[in-house]
């Protein structure tokens, strides 16, 4: 058996019918021996999403979500023949990293929050609310970094983050 070739491409989220990358580099027009490759995605579901074109290229068939899958890890098969009909197979294991797009809004853990606090408080008091302030935001890296900034009445308190985990 022949040892399978692995490759690694990273495409961006959110793209149908983007070209991840070239699977076979060569030119089949001039070969007189063996017939162009018939590139065959292994599993179905993989073929749901990607699809290989004659000349050898990956492609996405619709946009893939980060936030559901990550990577995908699948298996191409380039079978090709001789004049005299004996198939010869290449096998590509290929991991596809998917790379964020800031597609997400910061979520709240609640929808609504109230506090009190005593009226001609010194400015710095401390406004208990009935729950912590929590967000969420489900992209990666510098498309999770976001602020938090107070609009209508409460424009005259600030913000002090007491705990800031990731």
């Known amino acids: 058996t022949v040892d399978p070739i692995s490759l690694v491409f990273r495409v961006r989220e959110n793209l149908p019918g983007v070209a991840i990358g070239r699977l076979w580099n060569v030119d089949f ?4 021996t063996m ?12 073929g749901e999403l990607f699809t290989v074109s004659e000349d050898g290229v990956l492609y996405t ?5 980060r936030e559901t899958k990550e990577s995908f890890k699948l298996t191409v098969i ?20 998917v790379d964020d797009e800031n597609d997400n809004a910061p979520e709240f853990q609640k929808t609504h929050y109230e506090g009190s606090v005593l009226e001609n408080c010194v400015v710095g008091t401390i406004v208990e609310l009935n729950a912590p302030v929590r967000t969420i935001d489900r992209d990666i890296g ?3 970094i976001f602020s938090l900034t ?16 990731f």
């Open 61 to 65: 068939k619709s946009g893939l979500d």
């Open 142 to 144: 510098p498309n999770a």
């Open 29 to 32: 027009s001039n070969s007189s």
């Open 78 to 97: 380039a079978d090709r023949k001789t004049k005299t009909g004996i198939h010869h197979a290449t096998i590509f294991q290929i991991r596809i990293i």
């Open 35 to 46: 017939s162009k490759p018939n590139f065959i995605v292994a599993d179905p579901d993989d």
């Open 150 to 165: 107070l609009n209508g009445e409460g424009k005259s308190f600030f913000i002090k983050f007491m705990n800031l985990a």
